[in-house]
């Protein structure tokens, strides 16, 4: 582990330290929303069909139960983009005449448990008169299809196009176009810990409290406040430990808008639990697409043009605050990847469907474009006869700072180095001797390979591109050192399993000289924190952390400030380390608890040159930077069952300066583990009516232990010159690279039967239905 | 709904005499009547094993099993793991080898684990992968976890 501090002169980041995190949530005392007790629970009663007219909800006798109808001025959830054509579509936060998904909230039931509220959700009778759904995004476009929404003619709530100049010249002069056809379908972030709120009054201040499982506290004030027509700052939300959200706990969901309601119509503590079914049903979506994307290759193999169209199913509503532009925007800006191709026309298109609502799920759109694209360099490789690596060598960007056919400016990377790296660790030739031998034997040895780029900790210029009506962005943190010389960092970002308390911590260690356990970072209260965005988008280590930087260097100053008072020292002279200010090759030294007394109760000493306490804010907007990663999957096809297991996994990555290795390889673990999962197993399937047949974990299925290979991992270090902390982002980067190494293997083995597998994910019984078109080993 | 019967459950050495509707699961009356929260509960079909808990030495999936069903058994949760500031050498093994990231489904593996490795010491590493893909954990991948209760297996053994 020293390897990551060798070099940097820091003594805490680049550690592998213990995490600050985990003694509270190894001995059961973490506090999750679930675990607050309340006077009324919720259950919401939902729609059993995907499309109809709401005729009469009749409501068992004597039980308190809220429809539309009751919720006079709450206003409905409205998310909006500036661009694109964005059609906005208004979802009420319960149910308003119109049903248009299977689990849309109609009404919430409330009693005095969770069990009670579950018993007369039962009694709740809806009479719907159904009209014909729409599920899948392709019939949707199709003419005389059913209209979700009014204000979205023919179900398009957005279209981005974009063609450069040279675009058609390029085209024309290829010596070969390759071509895919790729479906994803839907899949389901599913954090362990399902959503739930609980929402508090005060009646001395009529202040209402709301703890829930979210990812953006401060952004769930703003939206629910806005939505309830209620002053900002009666509002708090506290996003305690949570549970996983993977992007999930993103967006607002309306029910958390009616917890909130409830409590100030009640005066009381009212709370809901998600279940299991509800989360899969009616949470939120990702990933179902449909991607055609073509390439142009010179006779060199170089990539002259890429030619795509997106079409991502969005479900019912937008969400917000990222619409329902998140995927299909995500995946027009980045489909070029890591590769240098200047030439680019891209069609992409949201559609609504009498689906759930699609939003946020780690990686966004790029598991999905960088599947299209390796499979595009795959296919390529083998249209022109050669080694598939070797199409990416030749194209992979090289030179930086690049820029892309979108605009997007590439800082210094390692794409080429990290293929390299990947190639020489598995060695391929032996592999490919392998994979020849026991193919004698009918078995089938797969590899794939998986380069890409992992855009993150982007600021509000880059969300500002979207056009988005809410545009995130920065973080601000406050640092205090109190009066006792402990440290506190307040911070807007509210991380959720990522270690950011432990990672925040040794930034500020190296900074102002005091231990980790010596500083405490105080997240999800919008009481205790400053306005901030929240942890997405592999940005908080990179923006929170960058501010977090920039407010322990402020502190830094001050302290050097009083001790040069104090010792008598030039500022130049004073080293912070070890809990102390020390005069460079002296044994003069003052503790920082002292300075920090100091600055507070001894303050006329300093003739009004140092301001009194010791409290700093950084806040940090930073352009952008890029991560980078080779995957390579080595598989083995079972051709009689589809089966696929995954012999080994190898990754090379570059995140640039590594905060904490322990961390950091845990984030690139667990977004492996979901991507292979997307790759194999995890499907959520709608029925022709619009009906989820795959409500539980038996029929969604997260991979287990057993389908998560060893995974071997390669470093390198390109520290970024867009991160002030010289730090890249990596949560989303193993969830990216997955599905494409994974799908590539599948392929890989499939080889000699001549079948494609361009689906996600790639089922057993999909994997025998290509086997059988082709007439191969049924 | 229902009328209540009146019980004890016995958790980590505590006797808490409550009254639960028989279709009461464990998993709630731990949480719910017992008040003790470390216990979650992730799926409440028996599928995600977050409320893992050992009951009679056994691990048990506590949203499977009635409170009634339960009645005079021993239950044990991850708040009795840790012997006062001494954390149990599965927690520490967490700890070091970084098997929990948010933390929700890690009661459930350490119970699951422990009581595992106390019924069967010499557990073949991969009848331990057996046992562990009975959980789910969205967040580590499982390596790290695997790698926790094999560290920790070695510890329990006294090795």
């Given at each position: 582990m020293t390897a990551h501090t060798k070099g940097s002169g820091l003594k805490w980041v680049g550690r592998a330290i213990r995490r600050l995190e985990d003694p509270a949530l190894l001995t059961g005392h973490g506090r999750f929303t679930a675990d607050l007790p309340a006077a009324h629970w919720v259950r919401f009663v939902r729609s059993p069909v995907a499309a109809g007219r709401l005729r009469r909800i009749a409501k068992p006798d004597g039980a308190f139960v809220v429809t539309a109808a009751d919720l006079a001025g709450v206003k409905p959830i409205l998310p909006m983009l500036h661009k694109f054509d964005y059609r906005p579509v208004a979802q009420p936060v319960l149910a308003d005449g119109v049903v248009r998904f299977v689990g849309e909230p109609v009404a919430a039931v409330v009693a005095s448990s969770a069990a009670a509220a579950e018993d007369i959700a039962d009694q709740v009778e809806l009479s719907i008169d159904a009209t014909a759904p729409v599920v899948d995004a392709r019939d949707a476009l199709s003419p005389g299809a059913p209209q979700i929404h009014a204000e979205a003619l023919g179900n398009v709530i957005l279209e981005g196009k974009v063609k450069t100049a040279g675009f058609d010249v390029a085209w024309s002069a290829a010596h070969k176009h390759v071509r895919v056809e790729l479906r994803s379908h839907r899949q389901n972030a599913t954090p362990m810990e399902a959503r739930a709120a609980h929402a508090a009054y005060d009646v001395a201040t009529g202040r209402v409290t709301l703890t829930c499982t979210t990812q953006m506290p401060h952004l769930m004030r703003t939206a629910i406040a806005d939505v309830l027509g209620m002053?900002?700052?009666d509002l708090r939300v506290i996003a305690p430990?949570?549970?996983?959200?993977?992007?999930?706990?993103m967006s607002l969901c309306a029910e958390y808008v009616v917890v909130v309601w409830l409590s100030r119509e009640l005066k009381s503590s009212v709370a809901w639990t998600e279940d299991r079914r509800e989360n899969l049903i009616a949470s939120f979506h990702a990933r179902d697409q449909y991607i055609t994307l073509e390439g142009a290759f010179d006779k060199n193999v170089k990539l002259l043009a890429l030619k795509t169209d997106i079409i991502s199913n969005v479900g019912a509503y937008s969400c917000f605050p990222t619409t329902s532009g998140v995927e299909p925007l995500m995946a027009m800006a980045e489909m070029p990847g890591p590769y240098d191709v200047q030439q680019y026309q891209c069609r992409a298109r949201g559609v609504l469907t009498n689906t759930c609502t699609m939003a946020a799920y780690r990686g966004v759109s790029r598991p999905i474009i960088t599947l299209a694209l390796e499979r595009l360099m795959d296919k390529a490789g083998a249209a022109f006869g050669i080694d598939p690596v070797d199409v990416r060598r030749r194209n992979l960007i090289d030179k930086f700072p690049y820029t892309s056919a979108m605009g997007l400016v590439f800082d210094e990377a390692s794409y080429q180095q990290t293929l390299e790296m990947a190639v020489k660790a598995v060695d391929l030739p032996a592999f490919r001797a392998r994979q020849k031998e026991v193919r004698q034997q009918g078995r089938h040895l797969g590899i794939g390979f998986a380069t890409f780029s992992e855009r993150t900790g982007y600021g509000s210029p880059a969300f500002a591109a979207r056009g988005m009506e809410i545009t995130p962005g920065w973080e601000t943190v406050i640092l205090t050192v109190d009066p006792s010389g402990f440290v506190e960092a307040r911070v807007g970002s509210s991380p959720h399993g990522q270690g950011l308390r432990t990672t925040l911590a040794q930034i500020i260690a190296d900074e102002i000289g005091v231990p980790p356990e010596r500083i405490r970072i105080v997240h999800g209260d919008t009481d205790r924190t400053p306005y901030g965005w929240g942890t997405f988008a592999s940005r908080s280590l990179v923006i929170s952390g960058g501010a977090t930087l920039i407010a322990a260097q402020k502190v830094r100053a001050k302290l050097i400030k009083i001790a040069s008072h104090l010792l008598e020292a030039a500022p130049h002279d004073i080293v912070l380390e070890d809990g102390a200010a020390k005069v460079a090759g002296t044994d003069r030294s003052v503790p920082i608890a002292a300075l920090a007394r100091e600055a507070y109760t001894q303050t006329h000493r300093f003739n009004g040159e140092i301001e009194p306490g010791l409290t700093e804010t950084g806040t940090y907007d930073p352009p952008g930077t890029f991560s980078n990663a080779c995957h390579v999957a080595m598989v083995e096809v079972d051709i009689k069952t589809g089966k696929v297991a995954i012999e080994k996994y190898v990754v090379a990555e570059d995140a640039g300066r590594i905060i904490n290795p322990m961390i950091a390889d845990g984030q690139v673990h667990g977004g492996i583990a979901q991507g292979i999962g997307n790759a194999l197993l995890e499907e959520i399937v709608y029925d022709e009516s619009g009906g989820v047949l795959t409500a539980n974990l038996a029929d969604y299925m997260p991979p287990t232990a057993r389908e998560i290979p060893p995974i071997e991992l390669h470093h390198m270090e390109t520290p970024s010159t867009q991160s002030v902390t010289k730090a890249k982002g990596l949560g989303e980067g193993g969830t990216i690279g997955a599905p494409a190494a994974v799908i590539n293997a599948i392929n890989d083995a499939l080889s000699t039967f001549g079948v494609e597998i361009n689906e996600m994910p790639a089922t057993p019984q999909r994997i025998r239905a290509a086997l059988r078109a082709r007439g191969s080993a049924a | 709904m229902s009328e209540k019967t009146n019980i004890t459950l016995t958790i980590n050495g505590s006797d808490h005499a409550i009254a639960v509707e028989p279709r009461r699961t464990l998993a709630d009356a731990i949480r719910e009547?017992?008040?003790?929260?470390?216990?979650h509960i992730g799926c409440e079909h028996g599928i995600c094993g977050a409320c893992t808990v050992i009951v009679d030495g056994a691990p048990v999936r506590s949203c499977l099993m009635f409170a009634v069903q339960a009645n005079g058994k021993r239950i044990r949760t991850v708040e009795g793991l840790a012997n006062g500031d001494t954390l149990h050498p599965m927690q520490q093994a967490f700890m070091d080898h970084h098997g929990l990231q948010c933390g929700f489904c890690t009661p459930g593996f350490l119970m699951l684990a422990v009581g595992v490795l106390e019924r069967e010491?010499?557990?073949s590493d991969d009848d331990l992968l057996d046992v562990l893909s009975s959980n789910l954990c969205r967040c580590t991948g499982y390596q790290n976890i695997i790698k926790a209760v094999r560290a920790a297996a070695k510890e329990m053994r006294g090795k």
């Open positions: 002053p900002e700052s430990d949570v549970g996983g959200g993977f992007g999930q706990k | 009547d017992c008040g003790q929260s470390g216990t010491p010499d557990i």
